[in-house]
């Protein structure tokens, strides 16, 4: 609601706030020490993630090095997608799906994904490698406990394929990843419990955005929201200062030839089972940032991004989601010592169950063939097949 009758407000929090805090923090800095740091970090994740990337990309001289976590980089799209999740399950009634359906969904993909990797874990490694159809679950006849009803069939997989345009088909923003549906939680809000499954509006912050920031009118319907004319409302709506939502919020320019040439470098990471920011959009930016540098070979000399199995949103869920990535930045800016991997833990009670090497992506882990599985030492990092 902050932004009703102050859209300039949402320039601060696109990308103007967290700039001018860099510049009068250096500031105080030099005043303090009499000298500039001698190194300058950003380190963030979800809306954290999302100030990262903008920084590398609007002010390529702020940072040394980025560590860039579950970025919420594509905020239009972000909304968009939370509000079609959201929809999915609560326009048509039909489409309703309890949380109690969550854990028999996220089994049937465990059944189907977990062994590609050639290690049944309880992690899918890389979800893209797998296909897999909720329909696989349809009830034969009534409703019941361990199967879907024909309605929650088409809200699973609205949400696993993300919004589009009615009109043409055109995916507007990626869906969810097969493993993010469901993990242990108090209440049954593990992975889509928290937002998508048991509810009665669209979870996230979709809902208080459209209304305030889009369509400036607290009464607004998401309900009525138009994937088509809507979605390029959203973009394109002037906020001032020759700004739109879209220019001002999203930070999804893949040009960061400027940081590059400056020295800077890039960490980022993503849950694979995040169930709000979609780590289908961590992969998809990366590849845009890829193309754009000509190569990846061009890309990981100053950007790497780490995809950790089974971590949820910047932290959670059933995979090894402790890790220091802040050190591996240090190493690779003050070093020139380059992050082909990073170790992750899970931990509980304090003690640490299983670790993994979180892999420079396209690579990732693959068991050697001896030892515990639940050691780091026993993985090598290596190119998806």
Known sequence: SWSLGHPVRLIDFGYRAQHEATVAGKAVTRAYYGRDADHAYFVGCSQGG?????????????????????????????????????????KDPAQDLPREKLPVLGAAVLEACDALDGLEDGLIDDPRACAFDPAVLRCDGADGADCLTAGQVAA????????????????????????????????????????????TEPGGSTADFMRYSVF???D?????????????????????????????????????????ANGGKLISYHGWADPLVTANLAVRYYESVIAEQGGIDQTTDFYRLFMAPGMAHCRGGPGPDRFDAVTALERWVEDGIPPDQIVASKMVDGDVTRSRPLCAFPQVARYTGSGSVDDAANFACVDAD
Request: net charge negative; proline share 7%; glycine share 14%.
């Open 50 to 90: 999302h100030h990262a990337l903008m920084e590398a990309q609007r002010f390529p001289d702020d940072y040394d090095g980025i560590v860039a976590g579950a970025p919420a980089n594509y905020w239009i799209g972000l909304m968009t997608g939370e509000l079609w999740s959201g929809l999915a399950t609560t």
């Open 156 to 199: 699973a997989r609205a949400i696993y394929a993300g919004p589009s345009r009615p009109s043409t088909g055109e995916q507007l923003f990626p869906g969810y990843a097969l493993g993010s549906e469901y993990f242990e939680q108090p209440g049954g809000r593990g992975g889509w419990g928290a937002y998508w499954a048991g509810i």
């Open 216 to 218: 400036k009118d607290p």
């Open 220 to 260: 607004y319907d998401v309900l009525e929201f138009d994937f088509d004319a809507d979605w390029d409302l959203a973009n394109n709506r002037p906020i001032g200062n020759d700004q739109t939502l879209g220019s001002a919020l999203n930070a999804i320019d893949p040009d960061l030839s400027a940081f590059k």
